[in-house]
């Protein structure tokens, strides 16, 4: 979902931004006009997150697929190794994309536990010379979520926040990198948010196109090429929106309180199951099971009427999965409970 307020915001500009008589889709990327646009974007996106001047914010496209071989590329800076953790399937991609560059020491691997949970620190290898460590702190399709920030010392650590920025507040001082496509919690698709520390731009693998080193677009306000103008308007209205909500720490509270009484419905049922360690479940995705999976058609097609949408599952992974992200209220999550509650009664 976007917030109501921001589509209702972008649909009255759309034929006129501010007087104007431009629609900001038809804005030169370099005009004053779009200017603005996109620096009070970068501003708001600066203060909500508390990212300081020591990092470039870079407004991408590609999506966070893209980051995927850009990581290694750039940061390997002369290093043979770097390490990632495997806790799902969009770790299991970076890593993928990074063994066609460098050895990939495994820190961790929850594969053999179906993502569901996620080993200590005591169990982890973390190899003595990393260029840096990778790791999504949400799995988007499993619902498994770090509880906090792994600590690796100082060694340069990136983390795939596609599916979890914006939903609390972190601390970005603790990572080398951050990035984020947007299509979750930033905006609509097309777009993607690299949060990067300056020291760790400019050395790149030898035959790094021009356009896939970070520093091109750092040193160029990511106008080295057009930018997807359209998204980083958007995303600069939601982070509008998101500052009128009261800021991370709002939506912290009621991202909470959404996913706990979620899982709270599903573990109070013998109909309905989450397999996940409880200490490491999503507050954004929440995937769930049928106790007959022969029900899952009924169920989706009952939840449309009522017009509970996109609740299926991932195609790896089946059953249904609840994408309570930002700019889903806390009635929509009460609805899909009442809803679950509803068709148990029915059918359990
Ligand atoms: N990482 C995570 C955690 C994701 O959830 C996704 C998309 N669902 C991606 C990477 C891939 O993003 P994109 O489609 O923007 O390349």
């Known amino acids: 979902m976007l917030p109501d307020a921001v589509m209702q915001k972008a649909q009255q500009e759309m034929l006129d931004w501010n007087g104007t008589g431009m629609s900001v889709m038809e804005m030169s990327h370099r005009g004053p006009e779009y200017t603005s646009i996109a620096e009070k974007a970068e501003a708001d996106l600066r203060e909500l997150m508390g990212i300081s001047d020591d990092y470039a914010v870079l407004f991408l496209q590609g999506g966070a697929s893209l980051q995927f071989p850009m990581i290694p590329m750039n940061l390997l800076r002369g290093k043979k190794t770097a390490d990632y953790f495997n806790t799902g399937a969009w770790s299991t991609k970076a890593i993928a994309e990074a063994r066609q560059f460098c050895k990939v020491n495994i820190v961790t691997d929850s594969t053999a536990n179906h993502f569901t949970t996620i080993a200590g620190p005591e169990q982890w290898s973390l190899s003595n010379d990393a260029a840096y ?133 599903i573990d109070g049922s013998d109909f309905y199951a989450n397999p996940v360690d409880i200490r490491y479940r999503s507050w954004m995705n929440v995937p769930f099971t049928l106790a007959d999976d022969k029900l899952d058609k009924q169920f989706l097609q009952q939840a449309a009427e009522q017009h509970l949408l996109t609740l299926k599952g991932h195609r790896d992974l089946g059953g249904m999965r609840a994408s309570i992200y930002n700019a889903m209220p806390e009635e929509g999550v009460d609805a899909l409970i009442n809803f679950m509650n509803e068709f148990e009664r029915k059918n359990g």
């Open 133 to 265: 460590v990778h790791y999504t702190p949400n799995e988007t399709i499993h619902g498994l979520e770090f509880a906090d920030i792994p600590d690796v010392g100082d060694v340069p650590l990136i983390a795939d926040l596609s599916s979890t920025i914006l939903s609390r507040p972190i601390d970005v001082s603790k990572f080398g990198m951050i990035y984020a496509g947007a299509q979750k919690n930033i905006g609509p698709a097309g777009l993607c948010i690299v949060i990067i520390r300056k020291d760790l731009l400019g050395e790149v693998l030898p035959g790094t196109p021009t356009m896939l080193n970070y520093k091109t677009h750092a040193d160029n306000g990511s106008m080295f090429n057009t930018p997807a103008t359209y998204s980083w308007y958007l995303a600069g209205l939601v982070f509008d929106w998101l500052k009128q909500q009261g800021g991370l720490e709002a939506m912290a509270t009621l991202n909470q309180r959404k996913a706990a009484k979620l899982y709270a419905a």
